[in-house]
């Protein structure tokens, strides 16, 4: 008997298969196809509902988007952009769009459903077991991959977009501000880091010309402007607030690398273990302040392994963050080879029974 399974690796083909979604079993859906069930909460362009589908008898979760919203805050090509990369995302522990579709006034999103609510929802009630968060964060490791193979930065990894399946299982969600990385910059990253001098990062707050032309990142729109963020606390009360896991070369460069997701995920894991996220203030400004210097304070209870794991992912220079390598050894395989995860199966995590105590 050939052992199949390790000529698929050999050859780079994705370790899970492509399911079969909405939009392959049927040619066009409408809204008429669907029943709504409830109302699962409110979204940045609009509601998100339960609802059933009458062709197949499931359960989904419809993102509705205004289109006059979306384009009087000019995200036509954002909201195209997540559409087009959810669809392309296929992992256990992404959370699967299904169809998409529209009618005069809105675009559906049709999403798998997540019935155990999001992660920021479990730690507000008490800090999480160190056995719970090496699955949990098993498993972000594993969509972090998946997003490098199709080359996404996710950018706004945070506990609210870190769903939770019928089997707690985490899924991750909204690629609203995702983006895809532009190959060419990160091959002059690669060749120029040896020997270009350190870049300082504490310099006002403005992008230094010479480190985006040499770092492998993207420009972003990080701030919307002050008024523009009134209006739209004004327009729904769905704006999200501070952003307490946003990296320090957004903050001070406005870029992005798929690092900066190292950043996010490592502050998730600081507020899963310690109950509370590792830079805060009042302020948003004070937040900024103490991301900006890595003002973090680690409590004695921290499990020492984890806390090392954290403290290499919350490094203020991207290059030093674990798993920041865009070659896989030396990148998403050095993360999985750190302590912490020491008995985790990386290929099988998200089969594991999960058990959370009420
Ligand atoms: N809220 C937003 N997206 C959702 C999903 N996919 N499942 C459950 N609740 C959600």
Redesign the pocket.
């Known amino acids: 008997e050939v052992e199949n399974d390790c000529f698929n690796k050999v050859l780079g083909q994705p370790s899970f298969k492509r399911e079969k979604r909405l939009c392959d079993i049927v040619e066009e859906v409408t809204l008429k196809d669907f029943e709504t069930i409830r109302f699962?909460?409110n979204?940045a362009y609009g509601k998100?509902n339960?609802v059933k589908c009458k062709i197949n008898d499931k359960q989904?979760?419809m993102?509705i988007l205004d289109k006059e919203k979306i384009s009087k805050r000019d995200k036509v090509e954002n909201v195209f952009r997540e559409k087009d990369i959810m669809f392309e995302l296929d992992h256990p522990n992404i959370?699967k769009l299904e169809c998409a579709f529209q009618n005069e006034s809105s675009l559906f999103f049709v999403?798998?459903?997540?019935?155990n609510?999001?992660l920021s929802g479990l730690i507000k009630k008490e800090k999480l077991k160190v056995e719970l968060i090496r699955i949990f964060a098993s498993e972000i490791i594993n969509s972090l991959e998946e997003l490098r193979t199709i080359k996404v930065v996710h950018r706004d990894l945070k506990p609210e977009n870190i769903?939770l399946d019928r089997n707690c299982h985490i899924?991750i969600?909204?690629f609203g501000d995702s983006k895809k990385i532009d190959i060419d910059k990160v091959h002059i990253r690669l060749q120029r880091e040896s020997f270009k001098p350190d870049v300082p990062y504490n310099e006002n707050y403005s992008v230094d010309p010479e480190f985006e032309e040499n770092f492998n990142i993207e420009p972003m729109n990080y701030e919307e402007p002050e008024n523009e963020k009134e209006k739209n606390r004004e327009r729904d009360n769905s704006f999200v607030g501070t952003p307490l896991y946003v990296s320090p070369e957004m903050l001070n460069h406005n870029l992005a690398a798929y690092s900066t997701d190292l950043w996010a995920f490592g502050c998730i894991l600081y507020q899963c273990a310690c109950g509370a996220p590792p830079f805060n203030g009042f302020t948003e400004q004070q937040i900024y302040d103490k991301i900006v210097n890595k003002k973090i304070f680690y409590p004695d209870f921290l499990d020492p392994v984890l806390k090392d794991l954290i403290d290499n992912l919350i490094q203020v220079d991207p290059k030093d963050r674990l798993g920041s390598a865009i070659t896989k050894d030396n990148g998403i395989d050095k993360l999985k080879g750190h302590p912490f995860f020491e008995g985790i199966d990386f290929e099988t995590v998200h089969k594991t029974t999960i058990e959370i105590s009420e």
């Open positions: 699962l909460g979204g998100v339960l989904y979760a993102k959370c999403l798998e459903y997540a019935p609510g999001d769903l899924k969600t909204d």
